[in-house]
């Protein structure tokens, strides 16, 4: 059985970073599209960045420029580096594996809550 587990989340400062890791156990995540998702308060979750087996990105546009995703294969792992962070980017962010036509793969993790307040 597949796991998802995220981790690096925590309160943060306007303009502050954060790096989050999503960790895959009982599968090769290599072998998928990596995605990371949030959610915030009162709204759905959202796509926000994709990094291909390849090594190919694309970023919603709320966090394009500001985020960064990408991956270490041999640790089956895939990482959020999150930069001049806005209270807008409060909410849990959720990996996932993805296919080509943005359905996710496995059960969804518990999540890591990011707070971005002063």
């Known amino acids: 059985q597949v796991q998802l587990v995220e981790s690096g989340g925590g309160l943060v400062q306007p303009g502050g970073s954060l790096r989050l890791s999503c960790a895959a156990s009982?599968?090769?995540?290599?072998?998928?599209?990596g995605a990371w998702y949030r959610q915030a308060p009162g709204k759905q979750r959202e796509l926000l960045a994709v990094i291909t087996s390849g090594g190919s990105t694309n970023y919603a546009g709320s966090v394009k420029g500001r985020f960064t995703i990408s991956r270490d294969n041999a640790k089956n792992t895939v990482y959020l580096q999150m930069n001049s962070l806005k209270p807008e980017d409060t909410a849990v962010y959720y990996c996932?594996?993805?296919?080509?036509?943005?359905?996710?793969?496995?059960?969804w993790g518990q999540g890591t809550q990011v707070t971005v307040s002063s």
């Open positions: 996932n594996a993805a296919l080509v036509t943005g359905t996710t793969v496995y059960s």
């Open positions: 009982g599968s090769i995540f290599s072998t998928y599209a």
